[in-house]
C-alpha cells in the first residue's frame, strides 16, 4: 500500500538556525499519527515543509506516492492530495462560512479558463456542483445552520470545525492539523476529537496532527513521533511513546505546556 505522505531526511534552515534536522516521518492509508514536542521543536516548520508553505532546505516529500517537485507551490501542492489547517485560524472571516468552503472547492473543480469566462453551460453545472457538494459538507458536520452566517462571528470551536471541514472540501489523502485544540474547551474538544476519527473511518483520509493536548493524541493517534530541537526523538505506539525516557525528560526538562 503506498503511504499517504512519506517524508524523507526532512531539513530546514533559517540563516544559521537549523530549525527541523534529518528528519522522516511516514503516514500510511488513512493512518491516524501525531506529532508532538515541546515549544520551538520544529512542528510547525515541518508541516510547512510538507505542505509547501516553506519549502524543506533539502529532503524529500511525497503525497500518495507522488513526489513534490522542488519550488512547487502551496496550492499545486494541496492539488496532490494533502491538505491542513494552521494554528491560527484562517478563515475569510467577512464571508459566510458556505463562501470558505466554496472557496476550497474551486481549487479542486477548476473549470478550463475559457469555460468560466464565456459563462458556457459547464461553467454552471460546476457551480451547481460545488455548492451541492459543500452543503453536503457543512450539513454532514451539523454546520447547516449557521452556513450564511460570517465565519468570523462563530464561536471559536465551531471556526476550527469550519476549518476542516474545509480542508477536507478538496478531497485529500491527508490532512494536517496544526493544534486544532489549541485554545478549546472541554466539550468543543470533545467533538473535535470524534471529527477527527471521522476523516478516517468515514472519509478514508489519512490525518497528521499537530497537538500539546496529550490525552486527545494519547485517544487519537495511533503512532506517534516526537520532535526536540529540531531532532527526531522518538516514534512508536502511544504507550511506547508514554514510558519512552527520552521524551519524559525532553517535556520535563524543556518545560513543554504538553
Ligand atoms: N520563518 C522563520 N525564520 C526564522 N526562524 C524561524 C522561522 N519559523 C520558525 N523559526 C524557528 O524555528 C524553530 C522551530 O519553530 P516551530 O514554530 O516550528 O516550532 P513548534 O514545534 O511548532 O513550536 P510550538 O509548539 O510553540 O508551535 C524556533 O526556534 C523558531 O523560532
Known amino acids: 500500500m503506498t503511504d499517504a505522505l512519506s517524508a524523507d531526511h526532512i531539513t530546514k534552515v533559517f540563516g544559521g538556525l537549523t530549525a527541523v534536522d534529518d528528519v522522516s516521518l511516514h503516514v500510511g492509508e488513512k493512518e491516524l499519527v501525531a506529532l508532538i514536542g515541546p515549544n520551538g521543536a520544529g512542528k510547525t516548520t515541518f508541516f510547512n515543509c510538507l505542505t509547501g508553505v516553506a519549502p524543506a532546505t533539502t529532503g524529500t516529500v511525497k ?80 454546520l447547516e445552520d449557521v452556513m450564511y452566517f460570517p465565519a468570523g462571528d462563530l464561536p471559536y470551536g465551531t471556526q476550527r470545525k469550519v476549518e476542516i471541514v474545509r480542508a477536507l472540501a478538496t478531497d485529500p489523502k491527508i490532512i494536517c492539523l496544526d493544534e486544532p485544540a489549541a485554545g478549546m474547551n ?26 500539546h493536548d496529550m490525552s486527545l493524541v494519547m485517544n487519537l493517534a495511533e503512532r506517534i513521533y516526537v520532535l526536540a530541537e529540531g531532532k527526531l526523538l522518538a516514534q512508536g505506539t502511544p504507550s511506547e511513546i508514554q514510558n519512552n525516557e527520552a521524551v519524559i525528560n525532553a517535556y520535563l526538562g524543556g518545560g513543554a505546556d504538553a
Open 186 to 211: 472541554p466539550e468543543e474538544t470533545a467533538d473535535l476529537t470524534k471529527l477527527i476519527k471521522r476523516l478516517q473511518t468515514e472519509y478514508g483520509i489519512a490525518v497528521l496532527l499537530i497537538e
Open 63 to 142: 503525497i500518495a506516492g507522488q513526489e513534490v517537485k522542488k519550488n512547487t507551490k502551496a496550492y499545486k501542492v494541496a492539488q496532490m492530495g494533502i491538505s491542513r489547517t494552521f494554528q491560527n485560524i484562517r478563515l475569510f472571516s467577512q464571508l459566510s462560512v458556505l463562501e470558505n468552503v466554496l472557496i476550497a472547492l474551486t481549487n479542486q473543480y477548476k473549470e478550463n479558463f475559457l469555460t468560466s469566462v464565456l459563462r458556457l453551460p459547464g461553467y454552471y453545472k460546476t457551480e451547481d456542483a460545488m455548492e451541492k457538494r459543500a452543503k453536503e459538507l457543512l450539513a454532514d458536520f451539523d
